[in-house]
């Protein structure tokens, strides 16, 4: 796609080996930070749990907490995600970046809309408290605008800024992670599981400055993408399975007697 490729292959085209690691760490940011952040985030909340304290059942329940609301925003954007990325590619072809922000709203408005309603039904049945689960249903939905925002991102030439909005939301959800814990000692899970839905917030609505800066609004339909999906079922399919072939240990743990029970419908690996 166009836009951040032609800036990264200007750093790659810089000679030196500090030039050559600055651009494949950009781009390796750049296509994977929020998989990377989610990494980072864990291991993260797991020395701020053991900082504070938490017995190890409740560690495992918030990282299984965490761990499931991103891989379940991962599959509410999975049948679109390539649809989006093929009619976008399109769109800046043809000239018509008009039309990209539009489809943004309703491609984000559709996945929120399907997903939020098989989401909150685990969530009544999950055995995750009250507070919890409003913080995963909002953390659900935050990360559902960032996985979608990343098909259209590939097409930003602010790499530095797509950099900062990474950094920036792991330094938030740490150290607000860690004043939180020192304030409400006897929450401790609650406090960090808001301290991560604050720091994707700010993830989000700095994807959005993003995405508005180099896209104009417009009042185009909001839904002309799904005329792709027609034509480009396959696509649509293929992010879908893919997807789902990734996370299929979770099944197996789910229905089999390889994962460890944490609390009502949370599994876990094997100690």
Known sequence: ???????????????GILNSAKAYGYATVICSGPMLLGVILLLGIMFLCKRAGVDTANRELLIC????????????????????????????????????????????????????????LFLLFSGANLMCGILMFIFFNEMIIVWNAMSYLTAIKDYKGIFLSYLVSI?????????LTLIFKSHVIEMLLLSVTVGYGVMVIWNLMLLYK????????????????????????????????????LVIMWFSKAGVKVHGLFYGAPQ
């Open 1 to 15: 796609m166009a836009g951040i490729g032609f800036e990264l292959k200007k750093l790659f085209s810089k000679k």
């Open 65 to 120: 907490m965490i761990t499931y609301t991103l891989l379940a925003s991962i599959m509410a954007t999975s049948f679109f995600s390539m649809i989006i990325t093929r009619f976008t590619a399109d769109m800046l072809y043809e000239e018509k970046k008009s039309a990209v922000l539009p489809s943004f709203w309703g491609s984000s408005t559709l996945m929120m809309t399907i997903g939020s309603a098989l989401w909150l």
């Open 171 to 179: 330094i938030i959800i740490f150290v607000l992670g860690f004043i």
């Open 214 to 249: 180099y896209f104009p609004n417009s009042d185009v339909g909001a839904f002309v993408f799904l005329d792709w999906i027609d034509e480009y079922l396959y696509l649509a399919l293929s992010g879908f399975f893919v997807n789902l072939g990734m996370f299929s240990h």
